[in-house]
């Protein structure tokens, strides 16, 4: 049986809200050094899939430049490999992908070019490290025309995830996209589909005007179960998170720094692999002191840095605290500025003795508070925060402001935006 990989990465991604304003989602980095697509390319090569297409759409140039011929994946070969698959437009009209389903119904000459048998769909913004071959197996074992990967999750939590319902065998009897109501239960789909090729092709060329087959959750999978094709639950026991949220994206690279994470990046036995760039070991000043974080190549430490994750070339300046944040690559931070719970994006500029993220963390963002709420608070790309900045919790600071952009004391109250 041949199996083929198909990630779907073209997702904007709103809810990271400024992390995703210039980037896809996956593209976004993650635990220092590396992005969020690299977990699930990594579980392809990892499981002995070496042939990937990368479905890409909203701001695919971060992603295209990472993956680039696929080198660090050991995708760079003449059969298979890894090919980035974006929307074009063709003599019968197909243009930008409606939905996941729409995206892999435009791509379904890649998949009969590599004679598929079976593929294998998944989301290309999960943190998680997972062995494909063995729901494969499962999958042509009981007869399934699709298996789905599924795991419980908090009921809480249950609204952001397609949710099911089995019978004694496994068997899909009920699918419920995002349910508003609680009592459906919370048997979440991971987003990891295994499909029958032949199937897949026919269920997806099945829609029309009044029942378009765009997206897996809202349409296929519904249809299927309907029609009485076989689709089965795949029960993942492993670590598996959704970083779709500030929050979760935030608490997911703290959790790394925890004495025993449940996710380990310490072994060699299932490696998440990625484009490395060339900089200097990371450099600790006199004056500097380093408290359960992870310090990436490249980074400058000459003051304080606590319960945080500095991906390459952070440059932290010798009185300056930085304490629970992410801080992505090239930001530089003053003399005496402090910040405390913050996702900083790249080249970003903190000013000497600026506090970014102080004040009462029960004010939400007053544009997003669906979205910032728990006290963290965002600096967008490329953005300078003055000199002796105040900024509270929950405040968004969209990329590249400068200090004209600030008010004149400096001050941006609890759950502000600039």
């Not at 935030?250 to 998440?272: F, G, H, Q, S």
């Not at 002796?388 to 400096?410: M, T, W, Y």
């Amino acid at each position: 049986m041949k199996t083929i990989a198909m990630i779907l990465a073209g997702g904007e991604g709103t809810r990271l809200t400024v992390l995703s304003e210039a980037r896809a989602k996956p593209a976004v980095p993650f635990a220092g050094k590396f992005r969020i697509i690299d977990f699930p390319l990594s579980n392809c090569v990892n499981s002995g899939i070496y042939t990937v297409g990368v479905l890409t759409q909203y701001r695919p140039h971060s992603l295209n430049e990472h993956i680039g011929i696929g080198k660090p994946w050991d995708l760079d070969r003449s059969r298979g490999g890894v090919r980035l698959l974006q929307p074009y437009q063709r003599r019968r009209g197909q243009q930008w992908y409606a939905g996941t389903a729409d995206a892999i119904y435009q791509n379904m000459d890649y998949i009969w070019e590599h004679r598929a048998d079976t593929v294998l769909i998944l989301s290309g913004d999960h943190i998680y490290k997972m062995n494909y071959m063995p729901m494969i197996e499962y999958h042509w074992a009981v007869g399934a025309d699709l298996t789905i990967a599924v795991m419980p999750v908090p009921i809480e939590e249950a609204h952001r995830f397609g949710i099911m319902q089995t019978d004694d065998e496994q068997r899909i009897i009920q699918f419920y996209e995002k349910p508003k109501e609680r009592d459906k239960g919370n048997l979440a789909s991971m987003g990891i589909y295994v499909f029958n090729a032949h199937t897949l092709e026919r269920r997806l060329s099945e829609g029309g005007p009044e029942n378009p087959r765009i997206d897996f959750g809202k349409d296929v999978i519904p249809a299927m179960i309907a029609e009485g094709d076989r689709v089965f639950a795949y029960r993942y026991e492993g670590y598996w998170v959704d970083v779709g949220t500030v929050d979760s994206y935030w608490a997911t690279n703290l959790d790394l720094l925890k004495p025993e994470p449940a996710l380990d990046l310490y072994t060699d036995k299932w490696p998440i692999h990625t484009k490395s760039e060339e900089r200097p070991a990371a450099k600790f000043g006199p004056q500097s002191k380093v408290v359960s974080s992870m310090i990436s190549n490249g980074c400058v430490i000459r003051g304080l840095v606590v319960n945080s994750v500095l991906s390459p070339g952070v440059y932290v300046s010798p009185g300056a605290v930085v304490k629970d944040s992410v801080v992505m690559n090239d930001t530089w931070i003053g003399p005496g500025a402090r910040l405390e719970k913050v996702v900083v994006d790249k080249q970003v500029m903190i000013g000497a003795g600026a506090v970014v993220g102080t004040g009462d963390e029960s004010v939400p963002n007053e544009q997003m508070p669906d979205k910032l709420y728990t006290g963290i608070s965002v600096i967008g790309k490329g953005a300078y925060i003055p000199d002796g900045a105040q900024i509270g919790r929950n405040v968004l600071i969209n990329s590249n402001r400068d200090e004209k952009d600030f008010p004149a004391d400096g001050i941006v109250a609890d759950g502000k935006t600039i």
